[in-house]
T-cell receptor, first 107, second 115 residues
Framework: RKEVEQDPGPFNVPEGATVAFNCTYS??????FFWYRQDCRKEPKLLMS???SGNEDGRFTAQLNRASQYISLLIRDSKLSDSATYLC????????FGTGTSLTVIP | ETGVTQTPRHLVMGMTNKKSLKCEQH?????MYWYKQSAKKPLELMFV???????ENNSVPSRFSPECPNSSHLFLHLHTLQPEDSALYLC??????????????FGSGTQLSVL
């Protein structure tokens, strides 16, 4: 079983749409959770950490459900510039990465 | 800028060449990493140095040889690579203890092509 599982997509949404990505992890002892954004042939960049209480950064909202071992990312009012691959990352004794979910925002 | 500088950005090499990737972090972190990213696959951890000691080596072929002379610098020495080694190689750093523990910061990556 993979440590981190994500739906690879692709998600193709119109500008202004709301889109949600989900991620599950297998190790209940995992300590920290993150969403990273990766543009084509570039390095992953930290988008936001994910906390049990849920957290928001502008149009982005992240949620963590430790009981279900489930992480989500919600993007509201999608912009063309949001087109990228979104990586779910879980930290236990090392960092574990999902395969990423591809998002394309269409004009 | 993330505070992690990686060079070169692009590298084309033949199977008999020897080259090195270089990484430097300016964040005061105490751990550095090499990852490999192939198309459609998740990032694969190659090596971890924590407090300048190698703590992880995920069965990486010996044609990849890491070097960590101090907590700010990391190298990946490459020799007699195979075409299937073509990938994006990413350096990263993090703080593994004390305050600020947690997040991973990446260099810009080296897109490697082995001919």
């Amino acid at each position: 079983r993979k440590e981190v599982e994500q739906d690879p997509g692709p998600f193709n949404v119109p500008e202004g749409a709301t889109v949600a990505f989900n991620c599950t992890y297998s190790n209940s002892a995992s300590q920290s959770f993150f969403w990273y954004r990766q543009d084509c042939r570039k390095e992953p960049k930290l988008l936001m950490s994910v906390y049990s209480s849920g957290n928001e950064d502008g149009r982005f909202t992240a949620q963590l459900n430790r009981a279900s071992q489930y992480i989500s990312l919600l993007i509201r009012d999608s912009k063309l510039s949001d087109s990228a691959t979104y990586l779910c990352v879980v930290r236990g004794n090392q960092f574990y990465f999902g395969t990423g979910t591809s998002l394309t925002v269409i004009p | 800028e993330t505070g992690v500088t990686q060079t070169p950005r692009h590298l084309v090499m033949g199977m008999t060449n020897k080259k090195s990737l270089k990484c430097e972090q300016h964040l005061g972190h105490n751990a550095m990493y090499w990852y490999k990213q192939s198309a459609k696959k998740p990032l694969e951890l190659m090596f971890v140095y924590s407090l300048e000691e190698r703590v992880e080596n995920n069965s990486v072929p010996s044609r990849f040889s890491p070097e960590c002379p101090n907590s700010s610098h990391l190298f990946l020495h490459l020799h007699t690579l195979q075409p299937e080694d073509s990938a994006l190689y990413l350096c990263a750093s993090s703080q593994v203890s004390g305050t600020g523990k947690g997040k991973l910061f990446f260099g810009s990556g080296t897109q490697l092509s082995v001919l």
